[in-house]
């Protein structure tokens, strides 16, 4: 699936200093889960298959406001 895709709840309102794609985001995909970037993290070694990124509070506390829950 291609970025353009998925729906960006998070990183829109920051005077555009992520507008490169680059920092922690939290994305929606048309079948409502999330997709989400963030740092690689190695806090344990996850499933294959699977992978962990680790994203700032806020950005979390952002995309919860954007789908208004």
Do not use: H, K
Not at 17 to 42: E, I, K, L
């Amino acid at each position: 699936m291609a970025r353009e895709e998925l729906t960006r709840l998070t990183g829109n309102t920051d005077g555009g200093n992520c507008g490169q794609g680059d920092c922690p985001n939290v994305y929606r995909t048309a079948s409502g889960s999330f997709v989400v970037q963030g740092d690689v993290s190695t806090a344990f070694t996850p499933p294959v298959g699977e992978g962990l990124v680790e994203i700032p509070e806020e950005v979390l506390r952002e995309a919860v406001r954007a789908l208004g829950w």
